[in-house]
C-alpha cells in the first residue's frame, strides 16, 4: 500500500513539475526568456508551462497544427495527455497571446 502511495505521489510531482526543472541543461531562467528564431506554432507561449514562450526548435503538429513548447522535456507530458487536455492546454496557450519584448 505505501508503495502505491509512494509511486502516485512521485508521478503527480512530476506531471506538476514545470519541464525546466526536469531538464539538466535548461535553468528556469532560460527556460522563461524568449528564444531567437522565428516561432511558426499556433502558440507563443508553452501548451505545458503557460508561463514560458515557446522555443522556436521545439515543435510538434497536432490536428494539423504546429504546437510549440519550451523546452524538449515537455514533450512527453504533450503524448501523455488526451486529446481533449490537448485542446485545452492548446487554447490556454493561444488565449495567452504574445510575449512582450
Known sequence: ???????????ASLALSACS?????????VC???KPGVV?????YCAI????????EVFTDYKGQRVGFCC???LPK???MTDAQKDAALAK???????KP
Open 1 to 11: 500500500m505505501r508503495l502505491t502511495i509512494s509511486a502516485v505521489a512521485l508521478v
Open 21 to 29: 526543472k526536469n531538464s539538466a541543461d535548461e535553468s528556469e531562467a
Open 32 to 34: 522563461k526568456e524568449v
Open 40 to 44: 511558426t506554432s499556433v502558440n507563443a
Open 49 to 56: 508551462v503557460l508561463d514560458d514562450p515557446v522555443n522556436p
Open 72 to 74: 524538449k522535456g515537455c
Open 78 to 80: 504533450w503524448e501523455a
Open 93 to 99: 496557450a493561444i488565449a495567452k497571446g504574445k510575449p
